[in-house]
């Protein structure tokens, strides 16, 4: 008898999406909904930007909207300055953060953890930024997926992000501090490894648990 997938309530959904995904006589063991850890790195070195012509050409100027690219213009140079000075910001309050955060990663861009976060912050191939940092993993018997998370998954079919087989992942083995509720470590057997964080602080232990599948988990209601 296949096990019942630990999926939190409100992630019910991927119960439907991931079903088309699963090859044959593959179990799904469970989903949730997740995120980067906050002090993962934010911008992806631009070497590792896969292109995406789709999104590109949907932010593309043609035809009649060519009339708003001196309006587009003017208001891009005069969000300079604003956008100088918010990422100043940011950068300064990221490292005040990491002081009491500590580490959140390792291995770098070329290592499996590096390539979990490009795959993560490339997004959908419809939006043209590499900012994304909100995903869906569903766990099965034989690797793990990396999904999109789609605000109206009713609508919109959840998109693959990328693949990690069985055996090639698990949870760090030493854990976060514990001050940082709904955060769980993924290691992977290069040695690299990578903080994630439940959408939902209750859902720590699941996630922690999936990445650890030799302990039973259960399905937060």
């Given at each position: 008898?296949?096990?019942?997938?630990?999926?939190?309530?409100?992630?019910?959904?991927?119960?439907?999406?991931?079903?088309?995904?699963?090859?044959?006589?593959?179990?799904?063991?469970?989903?949730?909904?997740?995120?980067?850890?906050?002090?993962?790195?934010?911008?992806?070195?631009?070497?590792?930007?896969?292109?995406?012509?789709?999104a590109?050409?949907?932010?593309?100027?043609?035809?009649?909207?060519?009339?708003?690219?001196?309006?587009?213009?003017?208001?891009?140079?005069?969000?300079?300055?604003?956008?100088?000075?918010?990422?100043?910001a940011?950068?300064?309050?990221?490292?005040?953060?990491?002081?009491?955060?500590?580490?959140?990663w390792?291995?770098?861009?070329?290592?499996?953890?590096?390539?979990?976060?490009?795959?993560?912050r490339?997004?959908?191939?419809?939006?043209?930024?590499?900012?994304?940092?909100?995903?869906?993993?569903?766990?099965?018997?034989?690797?793990?997926?990396?999904?999109?998370?789609?605000?109206?998954?009713?609508?919109?079919a959840?998109?693959?992000?990328?693949?990690?087989?069985?055996?090639?992942?698990?949870?760090?083995?030493?854990?976060?501090?514990?001050?940082?509720?709904?955060?769980?470590?993924?290691?992977?057997?290069?040695?690299?490894?990578?903080?994630?964080a439940?959408d939902?602080?209750?859902?720590?232990?699941?996630?922690?648990?999936?990445?650890?599948?030799?302990?039973?988990?259960?399905?937060?209601?």
């Amino acid at each position: 008898m296949h096990p019942t997938p630990a999926v939190p309530q409100r992630d019910a959904w991927l119960l439907t999406h991931t079903a088309g995904l699963l090859r044959p006589g593959e179990t799904l063991l469970g989903a949730l909904s997740v995120r980067l850890d906050p002090l993962v790195p934010d911008t992806i070195p631009k070497r590792y930007c896969r292109p995406k012509p789709a999104a590109e050409e949907k932010a593309r100027f043609t035809g009649w909207k060519r009339i708003f690219l001196p309006v587009g213009a003017v208001m891009w140079v005069c969000s300079v300055p604003a956008g100088l000075l918010e990422a100043g910001a940011r950068q300064t309050w990221r490292g005040l953060r990491r002081i009491f955060r500590g580490p959140v990663w390792a291995g770098g861009w070329d290592s499996a953890a590096g390539w979990f976060v490009v795959a993560t912050r490339t997004g959908t191939s419809d939006v043209a930024n590499y900012y994304n940092e909100q995903l869906a993993l569903a766990f099965t018997d034989q690797r793990l997926l990396l999904l999109s998370n789609p605000a109206e998954p009713d609508r919109r079919a959840a998109e693959l992000f990328g693949e990690v087989p069985r055996g090639q992942f698990t949870r760090r083995r030493e854990p976060p501090p514990p001050r940082h509720k709904g955060r769980a470590d993924i290691a992977f057997t290069d040695g690299s490894w990578l903080a994630l964080a439940s959408d939902d602080r209750r859902e720590g232990a699941l996630l922690a648990g999936l990445l650890a599948p030799e302990q039973p988990v259960q399905p937060v209601r």
